[in-house]
């Protein structure tokens, strides 16, 4: 199993990215796909979540409102779109899935909720986003 995050860059401050998140060798429309960061001298954080269908995403606080998770199970891959870019969001971005009931809604909850690293069956090398003038 491979999940490969792409797209990062230096960006200037209240510009976009789009990361991908592209995977191979598992059943990609079985896993729920979310997407952690983390910052220099912090600990990796959940911030949004997506479940296996793409019916139902969750956002933290953080990010709700300037970041959109989506996914493309046609072609194994999930999607951030982030807007509004600040300084803050300066950090190493990482996508992980997870299979568990009802598409990964716990498991979405958990990580959005209270930023948990549990529960994820894979995880992709990271991609680094530069918030920077």
């Known amino acids: 199993v491979q999940l490969q995050a792409s797209g990062g860059g230096l960006v200037q401050p209240g510009g976009s990215l789009r990361l991908s998140c592209a995977a191979s060798?598992?059943?990609?429309?079985?896993?729920?796909i979310a997407w952690f960061r983390q910052a220099p001298g912090k600990k990796r954080e959940g911030i949004s979540c997506?479940?296996?269908?793409?019916?139902?995403?969750y956002y933290a606080d953080s990010v709700k409102g300037r970041f959109t998770i989506s996914r493309d199970n046609a072609k194994n891959t999930g999607y951030l779109q982030m807007n509004n870019l600040n300084v803050e969001d300066t950090a190493v971005y990482y996508c992980?899935?997870?299979?568990?009931?009802?598409?990964?809604?716990?498991?979405?909850?958990?990580?959005?909720?209270?930023?948990?690293?549990?529960?994820?069956?894979?995880w992709g090398k990271g991609t680094l986003v530069t918030v920077s003038s």
């Open positions: 060798g598992l059943t990609f429309a079985d896993y729920a």
């Open positions: 997506i479940i296996n269908g793409g019916t139902a995403t």
């Open positions: 992980a899935a997870a299979r568990g009931p009802y598409g990964g809604r716990r498991i979405c909850g958990l990580v959005t909720y209270s930023g948990s690293t549990d529960g994820m069956d894979y």
